[in-house]
């Protein structure tokens, strides 16, 4: 039989004395932490959303979409100021165009005109306005007879001359150049007018009569 002298009966709390098992308290500072990044993104990502759609109300945010097609663009049309007969129009080089003489239809003899055709002449002056500087250059093939109906008439090249027409040539500065224009129109076209495209690449337009 074993020996029970040693044996100690584990003594009982005490009815009237409790112990107080406080649980643990977890510990807060990391999810405060996350708490309060999770609110800064949430402030941030609403300002963003905020200044997107103030950009896209003022306009001036530009968003590209690249859809794999070129966007045609539109043409302006604008049609040029027309000079009043007599008057010189001025190109950006520094060349003007006068018109000084208007004749249609131009009086032949021995040429065949085809039928609802007649010829029209055009006398121009060519003035460099500039008082410095090398010549500037200018061809017949700068003009042309137009309506506003949009005919359009290129001047005739050889063949029939006046003696006088104008040729290639240049205009060195303060000087002048003059010249005759001939062109083939249709007889039933009324109003015409003298387009000039110079070497900076505008039209200008001139009366050709009073």
Known sequence: MDDLGSYRVPREVDMGQ??????????????????????????LLLLGVAYFGLQLATGDLQIAFDSGATPTPQAVSKTPTVVPYGKAVK????????????????PTQDIQIPDGQELALVSVRIENTRTTGGPIKYTPEEFALVSPEGDHFAVNIGGITTGENLKPGEVAPGKTAKGDLIFYVYSDVPNLQLAWTSLDGKTRLLQVAR
Not at 18 to 32: A, H, I, Q, S, W
Not at 91 to 106: E, F, H, K, W
């Open 91 to 106: 190109s950006d080089t520094g060349l003007s165009v006068t018109v000084t003489a208007y004749q249609r239809p131009l």
């Open 18 to 43: 409790g112990y107080d098992f406080e649980p643990r308290r977890p510990n807060r500072t990391p999810l405060l932490f996350l708490g309060g990044v999770l609110f800064a993104c949430v402030c």
